[in-house]
């Protein structure tokens, strides 16, 4: 999404000024033009009465644009909040006044030239790209010095959170925003990467493209898709590389990527920048626990081997404890640092024999017992700490109290596939090592039984590949540069299936398309005669969609498209119902072609991009050409059926 522009200015015509011209003419094109979105109040603002989504946009607007060219009141007024609350993301620019008042007059000022009252045009190219150019390195800029004179000489200051800039009366901004994570946790839990993806990209400013990327990649994460959930949070610490959350989350994603070198260097990092921080503690926890796990739990090995190995790695073993109780010292309320502090000292126990820190354990036994059950008087909800309950138990307790905490956690897990399958793997561990094994098998049923209901649904289904289309549509009557002529649509027809025949395209597969006349139908046609499975997203309700994309080429091809959805092995996803409604400025072709897109990529296999492509235009994002250039980037195959060679 654009990077979002607030401009503070007067208004009318004041002091022999026209700053509706200078808005028109000079700060909004220069704005627009290097691909920011721009925005400044509609009416006269008096002091007292401010426009509250005004002030709103004045907060979390990535940049705001301040004419100080005359002294009004209003506009020193959103200047000083501005300062005040955010410490950067300000450009001042003049045009008549030979310096500035107050603390502003330190920070650079851009200078813009007026003739009789309004913009010169001798100077207004050279003025604009001056402005543009201002705009793009104060972003770029971002991490540099504080632009606020209040931040500049209170070096300790910390901004407010975002969260805490919300209005009260601002609801159209807010409703947006939380509908926009509602349904980035039901895209969650349909299990669609996809989806989360799109919703990502169209956060509409910088604090909210943060929270936007790190929603996106945690919930990629519980989905399992851990490359692109790390580039989710990459993407956050491109905006704010200080952010703890995705510098944790960093750390677990490439261990989970098996990059532990890279996870341990990175998140020994994180506790020196953070030594007081539980969670970073914990996490370098697991990646000692990983690099433990490692070197003796692999396939091909006799438990007998395994036990033998891991008992020799005790060393390595320790450190991974040492790491989990420093972060259960810093924060007693952090159980998971406890729990997991607490089951490698078991652990070490069961495999040396040695009971050597039998009160640092029995401490621990009853400090996480609390701390779980005061999280559980905040939330009785709270899946974590259910599950916490029940490891607790199966450390020690009988097998009728385990099967009783571990039935209480998976009844609100909400169907998290990466919670329940993290829950699994750490009882794995105690299993190979052969640690109370009629007890984990108790535990181990429960959390199964759970996963299987999943696993055995459309959502959790895993293609052996993905195929994506995009190609033109059957040339509209009034076309005046033929593209995709109708005479042409049996040598098309014929040219995909061909590819498909050469790449093997079976019921394994998955296919993805829109639903056009034309390449589209072709492409479906052909994967449902070979049994493929069928993804088709189209950009509008369906009426509109046949209207515009399908029946203007004749009742066949509307008849074709009926068919295709009929099918058993067709799912038809229509935009508006699974995305909701388009953002602003975004072209709902643009953003389904971008759906596709991502929904292929999501699954992390290996994506087949087919395109029926006469090769010319395409530079839109979304558009076939970054299709093709982002299936290749991701070392997916593209291949191309060039029309200036077919016909």
């Known amino acids: 999404m654009a990077s979002h522009v607030f401009v503070a200015m007067p208004y009318g015509i004041k002091q022999g000024i026209d700053f509706n011209q200078v808005y028109s003419e000079y700060i909004k094109p220069a704005l627009l033009g290097v691909g920011f979105e721009v925005f400044r109040a509609d009416e006269e603002i008096r002091a007292g009465s401010i426009h ?68 010169d045009l001798d100077y207004l190219q050279t003025d604009k790209q001056a402005l543009a150019n201002f705009a793009i390195d104060t972003i770029s800029s971002w991490q540099g010095r504080n632009i606020s004179p209040v931040y500049h000489l209170l070096p300790y200051l910390q901004e407010p959170s975002w969260k805490a800039l919300r209005l009260g009366q601002a609801n159209e901004f807010w409703q947006a925003h939380e509908n926009w994570e509602r349904r980035i946790e039901i895209a969650r839990m349909k299990g669609r990467p996809g989806d989360i993806m799109v919703f990502a990209s169209e956060a509409p400013s910088r604090v909210l493209r ?65 030594p007081d921080d539980a969670q970073s503690w914990a996490l370098l926890g697991r990646v000692e626990k990983d690099a433990w796990l490692s070197t003796w739990n692999s396939d091909g090995q006799t438990p007998e081997q395994m036990l033998k190995d891991a008992v020799y790695e005790e060393a390595l073993l320790h450190s991974a404890f040492e790491a989990y109780l420093s972060g259960f010292r810093k924060n007693p309320s952090h159980y998971y640092s406890g729990i997991n502090a607490l089951t490698l000292l078991h652990l070490l126990r069961h495999l040396t024999g040695r009971d050597n820190n039998k009160r640092e354990r029995i401490a621990l036994l009853g400090g996480v017992r609390w701390a779980v059950r005061s999280a559980l008087a905040e939330n009785t909800q709270d899946y974590w700490a259910k599950l916490t309950l ?101 040598t098309a027809r014929l040219a995909i299936a061909r590819q498909l025949d050469e790449l093997g395209a079976g019921s394994e597969d998955l296919a993805l398309c829109s639903g056009a006349c034309g390449g589209d139908l072709l492409f479906a046609t052909a994967c449902l005669e070979r049994g493929l499975r069928l993804i088709v997203h189209i950009p509008s309700d369906e009426p509109t969609f046949l209207q515009k994309s399908v029946s203007f080429a004749g009742e066949k091809w509307r008849n074709r498209f009926l068919q295709m959805k009929a099918h058993p092995n067709t799912r038809l996803l229509i935009m508006p119902q699974e995305l909701g409604s388009s953002p602003k400025n975004t072209n709902p072709y643009t953003r389904n072609n971008l759906w596709l897109l991502y929904t292929a990529l999501a699954f992390g296999l290996e994506t087949v991009f087919i395109c029926l492509w006469d090769r010319r235009g395409g530079d839109n994002l979304g558009g076939t050409k970054h299709m093709h250039d982002t299936v290749v980037n991701y070392s997916g195959q593209a291949y191309v059926i060039d029309t200036t060679t077919l016909w």
């Open 52 to 119: 509250t989504d005004m002030f709103q946009e004045l907060l979390l607007a990535d940049l705001v644009v301040v004419d100080l060219s005359i002294d009004n009141p209003n506009v020193w007024y959103e200047l000083g909040v501005r300062h005040a609350l955010r410490s950067r993301g300000v450009v001042q620019i003049q045009c008549q006044r030979d310096r500035l008042p107050f603390d502003v007059y330190v920070e650079r000022t851009l200078r813009y030239h007026l003739k009789n009252g309004v913009p």
């Open 390 to 490: 029940g490891e607790l138990e199966v450390l020690s307790a009988s097998s009728r109290r385990i099967e009783q905490t571990f039935k209480a956690a998976v009844a609100v897990a909400q169907s998290d596939w990466f919670a329940l399958d993290s829950s699994r793997q750490q009882l794995l561990v105690l299993k190979a090592l052969g640690f109370r094994l009629q007890e984990v098998e108790v535990a181990l049923n429960i959390l199964n039984r759970e996963l299987s209901k999943l696993e055995a649904s459309d959502a959790r289904w895993v293609p052996r590949r993905v195929f994506l289309f995009s190609g033109h549509m059957i040339d509209a009557p009034n076309r005046v540069q033929p593209r995709f002529p109708p005479i042409h649509e049996e």
């Open 210 to 274: 943060l929270e936007a990327y790190r929603a996106a990649g945690e919930a990629l994460l519980k989905l399992g898709q851990f490359k692109f959930a790390l580039e989710q949070y990459e993407k956050a610490l491109q905006i704010e590389p200080t952010d703890i959350e995705s510098c944790q989350q960093k750390g677990i994603l490439l261990a989970r990527l098996n990059r532990h070198d890279e996870a341990k260097v990175w998140l020994k990092a994180v506790v020196e920048n953070y």
